[in-house]
C-alpha cells in the first residue's frame, strides 16, 4: 500500500520553469546567444547542467558569473510577481493530504523554492521539503528521493514520485520507487518511457493512487 507522496516542485506543483527559461533567453540575448525552448530543454532540463553550457563560447569564468547572478535577479523579480501554481494542484493536493503524508523534493536553491512557495501557499499540505544542498547528488541520482524516503522512515515500495521532467523520472526509477511522469509544454519533448505512468495533468493522480 502507498503511504507517502514525493512531489518536484517546478513543473508539477508551481509553474516556474517557463520564469527560468525567460531570464536566461533575455540575459543571453544581451549578449548574442539565443536559447531555444529546445535547447534549453536538453540542457537544463535532461542533463542537468548550467544553460551557459550550450554556448563553447562562454569561457570566461567571471563573465558567466555575472551573467548568472543577473539571470537570478530577474528570475526572482519573476518569481515574485507572476501567476506561479499550476491548474488544480491545490485541489488535488487538499484531497490527498487526508489519505497521504506528503513531502516536496526539489533540486531548486532554497532561496529560490522558498520565493515561489510564500506566494503559492501549498507548504501546509507536506510534512518536509528538501531542497539543493540536502542531499549529496542532484537528480538524475537517487539521491534526493533516498533523502526522502529515510526522513519518513520509508520503504520504496510505500512511496510515489511526482515528476514532471526526464532526469526527475530517471532518479525516481534509480531509487526503485513508483514514478509519476506529468509533462509540462517544456518537458513533453523528453524520453519518459522510464516512467511507472505518464498522466495527462495533476487531476488523474487520484485515481492512478488508488489503482496502486
Same mark, same amino acid.
Given at each position: 500500500?502507498?503511504?507517502?507522496?514525493?512531489?518536484?516542485?517546478?513543473?508539477?506543483?508551481?509553474?516556474?520553469?517557463?520564469?527560468?527559461?525567460?531570464?536566461?533567453?533575455?540575459? &543571453?540575448?544581451?549578449?548574442?546567444?539565443?536559447? *531555444?525552448?529546445? &535547447?534549453?530543454?536538453? %540542457?537544463?532540463?535532461?542533463?542537468?547542467?548550467?544553460?551557459?553550457?550550450?554556448?563553447?563560447?562562454?569561457?570566461?569564468?567571471?563573465?558567466?558569473?555575472?551573467?548568472?547572478?543577473?539571470?537570478?535577479? &530577474?528570475?526572482?523579480?519573476?518569481?515574485? *510577481?507572476?501567476?506561479? @501554481?499550476?491548474?488544480?494542484?491545490?485541489?488535488?493536493?487538499?484531497?490527498?493530504?487526508?489519505?497521504?503524508?506528503?513531502?516536496?523534493? *526539489?533540486?531548486?536553491?532554497?532561496?529560490?523554492?522558498?520565493?515561489?512557495?510564500?506566494?503559492?501557499?501549498?507548504?501546509?499540505?507536506?510534512?518536509?521539503?528538501?531542497?539543493?544542498?540536502?542531499?549529496?547528488?542532484?537528480?538524475?541520482?537517487?539521491?534526493?528521493?533516498?533523502?526522502?524516503? $529515510?526522513?519518513?522512515?520509508?520503504?520504496?515500495?510505500?512511496?510515489?514520485? %511526482?515528476?514532471?521532467?526526464?532526469?526527475?523520472?530517471?532518479? =525516481?526509477?534509480?531509487?526503485?520507487?513508483? *514514478?509519476?511522469?506529468?509533462? @509540462?509544454?517544456? @518537458?513533453? =519533448?523528453?524520453?519518459?518511457?522510464?516512467?511507472?505512468?505518464?498522466?495527462? $495533468?495533476? @487531476?488523474?493522480?487520484?485515481?492512478?493512487?488508488?489503482?496502486?
Amino acid at each position: 500500500m502507498k503511504q507517502f507522496l514525493l512531489f518536484d516542485s517546478d513543473g508539477v506543483l508551481v509553474d516556474t520553469e517557463q520564469y527560468y527559461l525567460r531570464a536566461s533567453q533575455e540575459i &543571453l540575448a544581451e549578449r548574442g546567444f539565443t536559447l *531555444t525552448k529546445e &535547447l534549453f530543454r536538453e %540542457i537544463s532540463l535532461i542533463r542537468g547542467s548550467g544553460v551557459w553550457d550550450a554556448f563553447p563560447e562562454l569561457t570566461d569564468p567571471v563573465e558567466i558569473e555575472t551573467m548568472r547572478r543577473q539571470r537570478n535577479k &530577474l528570475f526572482n523579480h519573476y518569481l515574485s *510577481t507572476e501567476p506561479i @501554481t499550476m491548474p488544480f494542484v491545490e485541489e488535488v493536493l487538499r484531497e490527498l493530504s487526508q489519505s497521504y503524508r506528503m513531502a516536496i523534493v *526539489t533540486s531548486a536553491l532554497r532561496e529560490d523554492f522558498l520565493t515561489v512557495h510564500n506566494r503559492s501557499k501549498l507548504l501546509h499540505y507536506f510534512d518536509f521539503y528538501l531542497t539543493n544542498g540536502d542531499y549529496s547528488r542532484s537528480k538524475p541520482h537517487p539521491d534526493p528521493w533516498i533523502t526522502a524516503l $529515510d526522513r519518513f522512515g520509508a520503504s520504496p515500495d510505500s512511496a510515489v514520485v %511526482i515528476e514532471d521532467s526526464q532526469r526527475g523520472v530517471t532518479a =525516481g526509477i534509480a531509487a526503485k520507487i513508483t *514514478t509519476v511522469a506529468i509533462p @509540462t509544454d517544456l @518537458t513533453s =519533448g523528453s524520453d519518459f518511457s522510464e516512467a511507472t505512468v505518464v498522466l495527462k $495533468d495533476i @487531476t488523474e493522480l487520484p485515481l492512478f493512487l488508488q489503482r496502486v
